[in-house]
């Protein structure tokens, strides 16, 4: 081989390194940044006895406990479904299941918007069973089961992507040999496949219940914007800024933003104290 063939290897520029570095920075402080900042400036700006007049206005109050009402509705039963939906992907063989997972990430694919007005069109007072529905006396347009059912479609996803990749790569060989040894099924499942993947369903419920409680287009149309009843929080924000009462929204938009940082943090702790075990699991 010819001294030509052989190149060193390649080393970029630092003014390239730097220049990225500071794109990144500028993008994050101009896109991220100045708005989390401009969100908690207008909240205290007009000092915090006019911040917490706007946090205990018996509305705002009304849709907190909706929104911690749905999401701890709709987490849960996404948790679930993504356990057993990547439990079916990841360990078993079965018609459809290229479908199933096109299904899963659906939601991702479609404004949430639409998949409000599939509500209505299903469940409205004009919709396929909204007729039947109201002759047995049972609502779901304009009332929190409408908003939860919206929420959980939304929030489908997220546990189970979480799940499938990780435990794809995990392979189905401590369920095997688990169920040589005796384990059954459900034995299999608590003490073999949860405990390989309880840091990724901590990750996928953390990102669930996130989405859940941030989610504005679905639950805005299925809701009805009722104020004090069937308006969550960011519904809230919205009525409370077309109502020109700034300094209330943008209190009810600190809190929001206030649990999107704790999310942010506890993500952190999360692979920063389980970073080893989530790259061995992964890599098993």
């Not at 709709?74 to 679930?80: D, K, Q």
Request: charge should be neutral.
């Amino acid at each position: 081989m010819s001294k030509r063939s052989i190149s060193p290897a390649r080393r970029d520029p630092p003014w390239l390194a730097g220049g990225l570095v500071a794109l990144a920075l500028v993008y994050m402080a101009v896109v991220l940044l100045l708005p989390l900042f401009t969100v908690f400036f207008e909240a205290l700006r007009r000092g915090a006895e006019a911040y917490f007049t706007g946090v205990r206005d018996p509305d705002v109050v009304s849709a907190i406990q909706l929104t911690l009402l749905v999401a701890a509705i709709a987490v849960p039963l996404n948790t679930v479904f993504g356990v057993a939906a990547a439990w079916a992907i990841t360990k078993f063989e079965f018609w459809g299941k290229s479908a199933l997972v096109t299904l899963i990430d659906l939601p991702f694919s479609i404004s949430p918007v639409v998949s409000g007005l599939v509500f209505v069109l299903l469940y409205g007072a004009h919709g396929w069973f909204g007729p039947t529905l109201d002759a047995l006396g049972i609502k779901v347009i304009f009332t929190v089961t409408g908003i939860v059912l919206a929420t959980t479609l939304v929030t489908l996803p997220f546990v189970a992507r979480e799940l499938i990749p990780l435990m794809q790569a995990q392979g189905s060989d401590e369920e095997a040999a688990a169920a040589t040894l005796g384990a059954g099924l459900w034995r299999t499942l608590f003490f073999v496949t949860l405990p390989n993947v309880k840091w990724a369903l901590m990750y996928g419920v953390l990102l669930c219940t996130a989405r859940a409680m941030g989610e504005f287009g679905a639950v805005a149309v299925v809701s009805g914007l009722i104020r004090g009843k069937t308006a969550t929080m960011p519904l809230q924000v919205d009525i409370l800024y077309n109502e020109y009462n700034f300094a209330a929204a943008f209190a009810v938009a600190s809190l929001l933003a206030l649990f999107a940082l704790v999310t942010l943090v506890a993500k952190s702790v999360l692979e920063a104290s389980f970073a080893d075990e989530l790259a061995a699991q992964r890599w098993r």
